[in-house]
C-alpha cells in the first residue's frame, strides 16, 4: 500500500469517527444501526469506528431492556468524562478560568484580580498560575485536559498564537500559544475575547444556533462579534470587530487607542464613570480601568437614584445609535448585549432598543431580538466551546488510547 493510500485511509477513518461523535451530539444515545443508517455507511464500518471512540473513552456503551419481546440492545453516547476542557479569559482587571468535563459540566471556576495596568508578563504569571491549578483539581478527578482556549480584550493573531495588540492596554505581539503549549503539554488557542463571547452565546443558552446575531462585548473595552448565515466574521487577519475605535462623536474625549471621540469612550466603563461624575453621582472606584463599581451603581439604579438612571439612559442612547449602524450592516435577527457593564445597562434596555429602532431603515428591525445582560461568562463559555470543537473535529483516536 502507498504512502498515499495509507494518508487516504487514515483520513476517511477520521472523518468517519467525527461523523460519529457528531451524531451523538446532537441525536444521542443510538445504537449502532441506527448511526449507520443515518450516516449510509456499513455496519461493520460503524463498528469499527465506535470501537475505536470506545477504546479511546470517548464514546460510553450501556445495555438497554427493549421490552418482552424484544433482546437487550446496546446504545452509544458520548462519555462526558473522557477528559476536561479549560478555559481562561484575560480582562483588564482580573483573570478567569473555567474548567468543565467534555460533556460542558462545570467542574472549577476561579478568578483572580489584577491591578489595572499590569504588565503583560505579570498578568500572564498570574494566569499560568490559575491554569496549574485548574490542571491539578482535573488530575485529581482523573481527568485529562483536552486544551485551553485563552480570550483576550484585544487583535489577537490566532495563527501565530500571539496577543497582537490591545488598545486598553498597550501590550503587543506577546507570544503565547506555542510558549504555554510547550509549558503545559496541550493544544492552547487563543481568541479575541467578544468573538470568544460570540461564539459562547452561540453555542449555549437560550438564543443558541441562532444564524445572525450581533454580539457586543461591553466592558472596558468594546468590540463585537458578528455570525452571518451561522458563521462568525473573522475578517483577513482575525481581527474583525473592532467596532469600540470607530468614530462616535466630533471633539470627543482621547481614547486609549491614540484617536479621539471613538464609540469606546461615550459607552465604555469609563465613559460611563465619567458621566456619572459629571452628574455629581458618588460612585466608588478603585481605578479609571477598573469596573468593580458597577455593583454599586446597580445598587444605586435598584434603590431609585433617579440621576444614575438619567445618565444611564443616556447611555444606552448612544449604545442604541451604534447599533443600529451595525444592524443596517449585518441585517441579524438577535442583538446581544453581553460583556461585564451589560448587568448594569440591563436596566436601561427601553433606551437601547428606541434607539436602534429610531435609527434603522423600516423593515430592518421587524422584528428584532434584543437582549441586554448575560451572564458575564460568555466569553469562558465560548473558550469551552472552541476547545471541544476542536476535539470534535480531532478526535486523535489512537492517541487517546495510548494515554
Ligand atoms: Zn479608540
Known amino acids: 500500500m502507498s504512502e498515499q493510500q495509507r494518508y487516504d485511509r487514515a483520513d476517511i477513518r477520521r472523518l468517519n469517527a467525527v461523523s460519529v461523535l457528531n451524531q451523538l451530539r446532537v441525536n444521542g444515545p443510538l445504537s449502532r444501526a441506527n448511526i449507520a443508517s443515518v450516516l449510509g455507511l456499513t455496519r461493520a464500518t460503524v463498528s469499527n469506528i465506535v470501537s475505536d471512540l470506545i477504546e479511546a473513552s470517548m464514546v460510553t456503551e450501556t445495555e438497554y431492556d427493549a421490552g418482552r419481546t424484544g433482546r437487550p440492545g446496546l446504545l452509544l453516547n458520548l462519555n462526558p468524562n473522557c ?30 484580580e489584577i ?28 481527568l485529562k485536559c483536552f486544551g485551553l482556549c485563552v480570550a483576550w ?29 510547550q509549558r503545559f503539554g496541550m493544544p492552547v488557542y487563543v481568541e479575541n475575547e467578544a468573538h470568544a463571547g460570540a461564539i459562547g452565546a452561540h453555542h449555549f ?34 481581527f474583525a470587530g473592532q467596532v469600540g475605535h470607530t468614530a462616535f462623536v466630533d471633539n470627543g474625549v482621547n481614547c486609549s487607542c491614540g484617536k479621539k471621540g471613538c464609540w469606546v469612550t461615550e459607552i465604555g466603563a469609563s465613559a460611563v464613570l465619567r458621566k456619572l461624575a459629571g452628574a455629581g453621582v458618588e460612585i466608588s472606584a478603585y481605578g479609571a480601568s477598573s469596573v468593580d463599581w458597577i455593583e454599586s451603581a446597580i445598587q444605586k439604579v435598584q434603590a431609585g437614584d433617579s440621576t444614575v438612571l438619567a445618565v444611564l439612559s443616556d447611555v444606552g442612547e448612544q449604545i442604541g445609535l451604534g447599533l443600529a449602524r451595525l444592524v443596517q450592516t449585518f441585517n441579524p435577527s438577535t442583538v446581544i448585549v453581553g460583556g461585564r457593564l451589560s448587568e448594569l445597562m440591563r436596566y436601561v434596555e427601553p433606551s437601547i432598543r428606541a434607539a436602534i429602532l ?16 448575560t451572564s458575564g461568562d460568555d466569553s469562558l463559555r465560548g473558550g469551552i466551546a472552541t476547545v471541544f470543537d476542536a476535539i470534535m473535529k480531532n478526535p486523535m483516536i489512537g492517541e487517546l488510547a495510548k494515554e
Not at 496577543?163 to 504555554?180: D, F, Q, S
Not at 450581533?214 to 466592558?219: A, K, T
Not at 429610531?358 to 445582560?373: E, Q, R
Open 358 to 373: 429610531s435609527d434603522t431603515l423600516p423593515y430592518m428591525t421587524d422584528p428584532l431580538d434584543l437582549i441586554v445582560g
Open 115 to 142: 491591578a489595572p495596568n499590569c504588565a503583560a508578563n505579570e498578568t500572564l504569571a498570574v494566569a499560568a498560575g490559575l491554569v496549574e491549578r485548574a490542571l491539578e483539581q482535573s488530575a485529581l478527578s482523573q
Open 83 to 112: 477528559g476536561s476542557l479549560m478555559a481562561l479569559d484575560i480582562d483588564i482587571d482580573r483573570v478567569s478560568v473555567l474548567m468543565t468535563n467534555f460533556g460542558q459540566e462545570v467542574l472549577s471556576r476561579e478568578e483572580v
Open 205 to 238: 443558552g437560550e438564543r443558541q444556533g441562532v444564524r445572525n446575531m450581533i454580539y457586543l462585548s461591553l466592558g472596558v473595552g468594546l468590540a463585537a462579534g458578528v455570525f452571518v448565515d451561522g458563521v462568525l466574521i473573522r475578517g483577513k487577519l482575525g
Open 153 to 181: 480584550a484585544g487583535l489577537v493573531d490566532r495563527e501565530d498564537g500571539q496577543l497582537a495588540y490591545g488598545p486598553t492596554t498597550g501590550w503587543e505581539h506577546v507570544p503565547l500559544k506555542c510558549t504555554w503549549e
